[in-house]
Every structure is written in structure tokens, then in C-alpha cells.
T-cell receptor, first 114, second 114 residues
């Protein structure tokens, strides 16, 4: 099955700096890579996703890049703000016909210091 | 945040007892999922269902059981066979039909075994 590795496990930045979280996956046939944000005490919510036929996607201050050859994808947050502080999870969709299940990384705790 | 609910929010269980966690959605989603969240472990898939009356084991199904008798409901039973059941349990749903649909999460149930 799919295996997703996520780094770093914790990340601390100053407000206004950029933050980058990296993930690698094992199944070269995976074709969908979402990122979820979980604030303290709340449920995970999708913030951005990318399909395998796209190399980069942006949404305001967040962007995701995908390198299919190297089997890794990254989340980039620019101009970080204290409200960006949360746990971020990357995920990859398992290949396998109509299988919709995702495999998640172990998460990155991002702290943005004012 | 509405659309998918879990109950109860907190649940305490004595060793040797089975307990059932509720998950309901009114989003008309076909697919539903159960995850277990432990500190530093990310989200691990327990069971998932892509259609009524059908479900598949995830990565950590041992000691758990599910049913999917109605589209709206996907209860999870934690049996006495689960060796370490204390955890935060998240239910999710997605439209299904394609691989790229967002998974929407419920607020979670925190289970503690006394």
C-alpha cells in the first residue's frame, strides 16, 4: 500500500516568514494529493489539493508543488500569520480503481510566533 | 462546520466492554470513513465504505467493526479485542464517484479506556 512520509514534524517561524512542509510518497501511481489543516481542538479541513497532471497550484498565500519523478510534494505558506498556527497533514490517494481512500502523513505542527 | 456529526464528544469505557461511536451525515455523500488519531501518528484509516451495505478494512481494522445500513450513518464499534483503544476518533465523508472529492470531517469522539 501507499506510504507517506512528512517532514518536519514541528516547525516554528516568525510572523511574516515563509514555511515549507515536505512529503514523499511511495506509490508512483498515486494521482491526488490534498493538504489538511487542523487547528487545536478542531476537525481537519482541506486547504489545498493537487492532481498528478499539475506541477503547481496556488491559492492566495498557500501553494503546493508536485514532483512526480521524485515522488514528493510540498506545501508553501508565505507571509505567515499567527492564525496559520496548526497541524498540517499531507495525504496521497491510493491507486486502485474506484478506491477513494487516502493515506496521511504524520503531521507537522506549525507555530507562527508574533 | 455542519453536515457531519459525531456523538458523543467524550466517551469513557471500562476494559472488556464494547462501545459504539456514532457518525451521521446529511451531505448525501456516498463514501464514509473512520480514522484514528494518536499524537504524532497522523490519521490512520480504520474502515471505509463507498456505498451502502459495503465496507472495507483500512490499515488498522483489528479490534473494530462497522456497519453501513443507511447512507447517512456509519457507526464504529470498538470491541474488547482492541488492545489500545484510547484515542481520538474522526469520521469523514466524501461524495465518492471520483477520486478527487474533498473529505469532510466530523468533530471527533475522544475515547478513554479506564
Amino acid at each position: 500500500g501507499e506510504n507517506v512520509e512528512q517532514h518536519p514534524s514541528t516547525l516554528s517561524v516568525q510572523e511574516g516568514d515563509s514555511a515549507v512542509i515536505k512529503c514523499t510518497y511511495s506509490d508512483s501511481a498515486s494521482n491526488y494529493f490534498p493538504w489538511y489543516k487542523q487547528e487545536l481542538g478542531k476537525r481537519p479541513q482541506l486547504i489545498i489539493d493537487i492532481r498528478s497532471n499539475v506541477g503547481e497550484k496556488k491559492d492566495q498565500r498557500i501553494a503546493v508543488t508536485l514532483n512526480k519523478t521524485a515522488k514528493h510534494f510540498s506545501l508553501h505558506i508565505t507571509e505567515t500569520q499567527p492564525e496559520d498556527s496548526a497541524v498540517y497533514f499531507c495525504a496521497a490517494r491510493d491507486s486502485g480503481g474506484s478506491n477513494y481512500k487516502l493515506t496521511f502523513g504524520k503531521g507537522t505542527l506549525l507555530t507562527v510566533n508574533p | 462546520d455542519g453536515g457531519i456529526t459525531q456523538s458523543p464528544k467524550y466517551l469513557f469505557r471500562k476494559e472488556g466492554q464494547n462501545v459504539t461511536l456514532s457518525c451521521e451525515q446529511n451531505l448525501n455523500h456516498d463514501a464514509m470513513y473512520w480514522y484514528r488519531q494518536d499524537p504524532g501518528q497522523g490519521l490512520r484509516l480504520i474502515y471505509y465504505s463507498q456505498i451502502v451495505n459495503d465496507f472495507q478494512k483500512g490499515d488498522i481494522a483489528e479490534g473494530y467493526s462497522v456497519s453501513r445500513e443507511k447512507k447517512e450513518s456509519f457507526p464504529l464499534t470498538v470491541t474488547s479485542a482492541q488492545k489500545n483503544p484510547t484515542a481520538f476518533y474522526l469520521c469523514a465523508s466524501s461524495m465518492g464517484r471520483t477520486a478527487y472529492n474533498e473529505q469532510f470531517f466530523g468533530p471527533g469522539t475522544r475515547l478513554t479506556v479506564l
